[in-house]
């Protein structure tokens, strides 16, 4: 299983991103994916959830980016969505996607990460 992360890259305070995840596997069908979640990682920190979404759709949020961010999925493009907007500077980070389980017609697959995209926004 892979997980591949696009739309990162440098914007203004106040700008807009959109960051977007798609899950593909080298062999077999992925029939399901289960909570799909986008963390970041600033340089000196932890790695923090920032929003997750289950398989019904129901997204929750960080405090802090409530407001701000959206989360969805597209469950037949196999793809998680982050919309960023009015961003700050302290969203500076590393944004990473989650996927915590998969259906495929191998069986099964449990916690996979993509391998980050970076988002920086300037003053």
């Known amino acids: 299983v892979q997980l591949v992360e696009s739309g990162g890259g440098l914007v203004q305070a106040g700008g807009s991103l959109r960051l977007s995840c798609a899950a593909s596997l080298s062999s077999g069908v992925i029939f399901t994916i289960g909570d799909m979640r986008w963390y970041r990682q600033a340089p000196g920190k932890q790695r923090a959830m920032v929003a997750t979404i289950d398989q019904s759709g129901v997204p929750d949020y960080a405090t802090s980016v409530q407001g701000r961010f959206v989360i969805s999925r597209d469950d037949a493009k196999k793809t998680v969505y982050l919309q960023m907007d009015n961003l700050k500077t302290e969203d500076t980070a590393g944004y990473y996607c989650?996927?915590?389980?998969?259906?495929?017609?191998?069986?099964?697959?449990?916690?996979?990460w993509g391998q980050g995209t970076q988002v920086t926004v300037s003053s």
């Open positions: 989650y996927v915590d389980r998969i259906g495929t017609s191998r069986g099964p697959r449990y916690e996979y």
